[in-house]
């Protein structure tokens, strides 16, 4: 599970996961980032998404279940 942030820089919302020095996602909207950096936390495990305000402040933070449920017994 990895985390991410979704915060504005410069005229472009950037959806980067924390232990990466490069941006997963640019956006030209907050919600567009964040919706295609919610999908791409889904397909690699879940994890934490921190949502940035324009004033680079947290305003939310939300679990991302994981993609699928990587036990295959059941119970």
């Known amino acids: 599970m990895a985390?991410?942030?979704?915060?504005?820089?410069?005229?472009?919302?950037?959806?980067?996961?924390?232990?990466?020095?490069?941006?997963?996602?640019?956006?030209?909207t907050q919600a567009a980032a964040y919706n295609a950096t919610r999908d791409l936390s889904a397909r690699n495990g879940g994890g934490e998404i921190n949502l940035h305000g324009v004033n680079g402040e947290i305003r939310e933070k939300n679990t991302i279940a994981p993609a699928k449920d990587p036990r295959t017994s059941r119970g």
């Open 3 to 28: 985390d991410y942030d979704v915060y504005k820089k410069g005229e472009q919302w950037i959806g980067k996961r924390d232990d990466a020095s490069r941006a997963s996602i640019v956006a030209d």
